[in-house]
């Protein structure tokens, strides 16, 4: 597992990126100290789209924003 500075990371994200899809993990690391691991998203863990949807929908029906707008809530947010 290859350790990068954050900073370097940040310069060279597109090369990691490529590097993680083939499989590599990457330790990003602040002034030394280990902040996060890149790592590739396995075929496994990977959903049907159409699960996904029907996840949304399905979730969707279970709740509600209780009578208000997403313009209202985000309105309220900026408050």
């Not at 597992?1 to 954050?6: D, G, L, S």
């Not at 030394?32 to 949304?56: F, N, Q, W």
Request: glycine share 6%; net charge positive.
């Amino acid at each position: 597992m290859a350790n990068i500075a954050a900073y370097k990371a940040k310069a060279k994200f597109s090369e990691i990126l490529r590097r993680v899809e083939k499989g590599e993990r990457i330790v990003i690391t602040k002034h030394g100290v280990p902040t996060a691991v890149l790592s590739s998203i396995s075929s496994e863990k990977r959903r049907d789209i159409k699960e996904v949807i029907s996840d949304i929908e399905a979730f969707s029906k279970r709740h509600s924003l209780g009578g208000l707008s997403i313009k209202e809530l985000i309105e309220e947010g900026r408050m």
